[in-house]
């Protein structure tokens, strides 16, 4: 080990296609007081991609010259004297398979990151990250798999920066636990087979097509009626099971709305005996997201939602709970890096903030649950030019003002399919019930069920039991709760779609049965 026991750490660059993300890595890591660390430039290659630059000043268009993107070229550093390392970071993709010490590398779809990027994008493909270390005999050892998210695959700019960028977030994990399983002598990783990589030179015919169409998707994305969010809900069938919504025969009903807003994340509370529907209301005049609530009557009538909280950034998933006597609220105020906790001074429609759990962190559908004499916390962070779809955290306090703390391994998980909350936790004789969105085809378009296997302050870990999906012409599924009430279990939903798209008649299939599917009819 290099200056006492700090590991040397040699990072590879390329010096004519130097990135922002890899920049950003460079920052890290060389702040750090665990490593030491030296830049060595790799010999000049041609360009991985022709007419990449061509294509991101394209949609730089839409973007904004002022936008910070991980795939901005940038200036790179100058080589630092070199020295033996104990691990090589691997930032160009392209290291011969036999080096002089274990590398740490990252690639996208089994390609080098641009490359299996910009596959990824252009050819509609779910990106997945790997993060291995490949030892001087080319044997490799798997670090993790990452499936992560992209919001806008209609821009090639942002959908790549937003996978380089967790890229760079999960080589900077993945060095972090190299240097812990070394400070324990363990083992770094798994062996693993390695894989023969797709062929580069398909990227490059997909790369040349992708300009001309892409202006023509653009156009054709603008002129068609986009497709919304809407509220559905029902009475469950007490013949049912309450966890297997695919086998309930009964029709949901619609939410109406007036065309110039639409509804979102439901929620739904017992109370008194009186129902109450809880949701995101996002009028498309301002822009920004309020919560407002209707009550479900006996006879099942259903008002006009009202606004009951509105602040200066955008409000959604209003997670409302019972505590000790008490109401309490979550909502959504990632617009503001922060998650707090409201209470309700006369519920359902007067409101205080009591508290805030979490500061300066941008943290999606933040969703509690009490457990084991402790409270636990599950959320999608945004990370630097990353999505906030893909990386779950998890928090634990002693008790639901705080101290809130991460568990000890953050992220918790990396999978665009499962990571993010769908809704509020459920507990079963079977175990503790997790909601969670599969944005893997875009985001919410189906939601699964998994049962939580291990919580507590050193790890987490869960299996998913179902997937539940739409036929189309609908288009996601996303949130999914639940309450029992005097009249039965209501349950409620949100899905994503066009107005015209809703139909008395319409199935709502939720578990690619057709069979047994579900049924939905306006209000």
Known sequence: MANGNKPHLEIVIDRSEFFRWQQHVIEVVTASPDVVATIVAAPEAP?????????????????????????????????TAAATPDLILDLTGRLPPQTRAPVLRATCLGLPPLVGAIV??????????????????????HATCWRVG??????????????LGRLAHGVLVALDEHVRDAERGGDPG???????????AASLRLLTRAVASRVLRRLERRLREPPDWRVIWRRRDPATAPLAPETDPTPFRLLPDDGRRFYADPFVVSEAGRTWLFVEEFPYATGRGVLSLAEIAPDEAIGTPRPFLEQGCHLSYPQIFAEAGTFWMIPETSGRRTVELWRAVAFPDRWERHAVLLEDVDVGDATVVRRDGRWWMFGCRR???CSSWDALDVWQAPSLAGPWTP????????????ARPAGAMIETAAGLMRPV????????????????????ETGFAETILQRFVTPPPLHGLHTWNRAATPNGLVEVMDIFARARDFGASRRLDLGGRPSTGVGFSKT
Not at 150 to 163: C, G, K, M, W, Y
Not at 437 to 456: E, F, I, K, N, T
């Open 47 to 79: 360009p991985t991609l022709p007419g990449l630059d061509l294509l991101f000043a394209f949609e730089r268009v839409f973007v904004g010259a002022d936008r910070d993107t991980a795939v901005d070229r940038v200036a790179p550093p100058e080589s």
């Open 190 to 200: 798994v062996r693993a087979e390695r894989r023969a990589a797709p062929n580069g």
């Open 437 to 456: 969105q599969d944005s893997s085809r875009g985001y919410g378009c189906g939601l699964a069920l998994a049962r939580v296997d291990r919580l507590d």
């Open 150 to 163: 992209v919001e806008d695959r209609h821009n090639t700019l942002l959908a790549v920066s937003q996978i």
């Open 383 to 385: 990370e630097r030019w």
């Open 120 to 141: 990824a994008v252009l050819d509609d493909r779910s990106p997945t990250l790997e993060f291995e270390r490949v030892e001087p005999s080319g044997e490799v050892r």
């Open 407 to 418: 568990i000890a391994r953050s992220p918790a998980k990396v999978d665009v399919a499962s």
